[in-house]
């Protein structure tokens, strides 16, 4: 049960306006003595106290309330981001009021749940153009943590595309590796890290082929085109896989095929979740730096500074897998 300025009054053997005063800051208004506001602070932090967020939007203050908007509870990637946000949620005393879409597609259905409570701001957590959904919103401070509209009003923090693209290419050239093939999947992420990567391949004087799937499960992405690739017995040196988990359905389908990895071909992910590292063979990816995109969107709610685009460098983790 919540606990309530009467609880506190009661407690304590005080009217619920003395604790009223101390809990809004203006007890010295009325004369109330500093061993009276410390008793009231301490009963109330003991109890449990936490200001109602109505109350306080009433009142024009900060309701340390912010909303989270996940485009797809089923990626991992945005589980990590997820933990770090409940950690700066954690270490700047904010709640957070989470919602999302199914299948990546936006719903205002789906956000009904952030209309029942007053925000001091809105992180989003997926790359899309679509806006529209947004609107409903335009009047809170907003951060997406991926690539945006250019229309949209956010702050968008990316990882660097083309930096990470160069670091996969010139980290596969390295090795001796040539005949490489991207794997894409259909989200808004894939259609800039595509290109991305054939002109980092094309700068380098690389032949880079590139194939779409329009599976929406990122393993079976990779479990298909892999397939489909030796059935065709492609040539090729190096898969490039937009996201780690497509890189994991190429290691199955080469695995049941007998191919050694990365002796006669080399894999590649992205964005680093943790069962990057833990699968069989450990797989080379680009990870993404959490903890600074989410500090960036956390900072862009508590201090807004209007709308651009902050793009940060990826770090290259080469593992077994080339």
Known sequence: MAVGQKQIAEKLGVSIALVSRVLSGRAEEIGITPDTIARVLKAAKEMGYVPSAAALSLKGKSTRTIGVVVYDFNDPFFGALIQQIQIQAHEHNYSLVLAGFLNRVPDKQDLQSLHKHTMDGLIVLGSDTETEWLQDFSHLPTARIGHGSAEEHSLKITVDEDDAARQLVQ????RGRENMICICGLLPAHRLRQPALEKAA??????????????????????QVTQQLLDAAVDTGALICNMDQIAMGALHTLHNANINVPEQISVTGFDDIPAAA???????????PIKEIVRLA?????????????????????????
Do not use: C, N, W
């Open 278 to 288: 833990q699968f069989i063979p450990p797989i080379t990816t680009i990870r993404q």
């Open 171 to 174: 980290h596969l050239i390295a």
């Open 202 to 223: 094309s700068a380098a004087g690389i032949r880079m082929t590139t194939i779409v799937s329009e599976e929406k499960d990122p393993f079976a992405v990779g479990r």
């Open 298 to 322: 956390f900072q862009a709610i508590i201090e807004p500074g209007g709308s651009q685009t902050v793009y940060l460098p990826g770090e290259l983790i080469a593992r077994a897998t080339t």
